[in-house]
């Protein structure tokens, strides 16, 4: 029973990690205003590209996170023309942007399919890695597991603590003050787009570099839209972001678990454990008004200069 408590554990960092850094990227985006629905479709653009750049460059994880990263950017500047320069509909256009993903992932990565990549391989920190239990679950991990760490920290901070940080979330709660105190509403709300997309691509080329260790179409199985409702699970904050990835990371995990142990438990029903913790988290935002009150301002709503009052 401990060897399977451990094993579980050593692998929710690897599921979690995705989800945490699309929820951050996700944060910035919505404190700045501005509703991304199209984190499904940034997952994937980002995971293709991974896969491409580790093969093409002879096998570093390192450039392939950095084409999920340039990836997730690049769709992320079409998103930001059509929901901030030309003010189109939010929901409808980040829907757009996931199934644009998924169409354009499919479409491109038919030369990818099925091709192994090594990838993301764990640390090994000496005796530590060797200690019983903890050494296997916290110090065995691979290297983003570690470096996403401090990137919720900058996050955080720079959110939280930097004068660029308080106008961004100056814009999305109140465009229309910023604007009067000389702040660029669209300067800020496309520069959070932009940096929040960089980091949904980011995730997806976790996926396929640590998790998958492949390419196929739709392989993020809907890790965007579960990050969208950590972000409601979350209240807006990159530290209860970080609680709420490990959370439903454990619930992933566990799914390859129960079936490596051999418990006799309906497949499609371990499957859908981690829709139904999102259910449960948006029922949670539905009843309770605090969780609802802790949303930016003008999250979702277009700013047109002109109309300020």
Known sequence: MLTFIVDWLAYTPIFATPLLLATLGL????????????????????ALAAVVA????????????AAALAAGAAVSVLFA???VTLR??????GITIAFFGSGLTALLGGAWMNKAVGGFTAVKLGF??????????VFAQDPMVYLTIPIVYLVWRFLFRTMPGLRLRAVGENPQAADAAGVSVDFYRSLAVIAGGALCGAAGG???LAGAKIWFEDMTQGRGWIAIVLVIFARWMPGRAAFGALL????????????????????YFLQMT??????IVLIYAALYSRARGAAPGALGLPYVREDRR
């Open 27 to 46: 944060i910035l985006n919505e404190r700045a205003g501005v509703l991304n629905l199209g984190a499904e479709g940034l997952f994937l653009c980002g």
């Open 54 to 65: 580790y093969l093409a460059t002879g096998g570093s994880p390192w450039l392939g996170m």
């Open 81 to 83: 023309f059509l929901v």
């Open 88 to 93: 189109a509909d939010q929901v409808v256009t």
């Open 128 to 137: 530590l890695s060797e200690l019983p239990v903890v050494g296997k679950i």
């Open 206 to 208: 976790y996926v396929a």
């Open 248 to 267: 439903f990371g454990s619930i992933e995990a566990l799914i390859p678990r129960i079936f490596a142990a051999g418990i006799p438990v309906p497949q």
């Open 274 to 279: 981690p829709f139904v913790a999102t259910l």
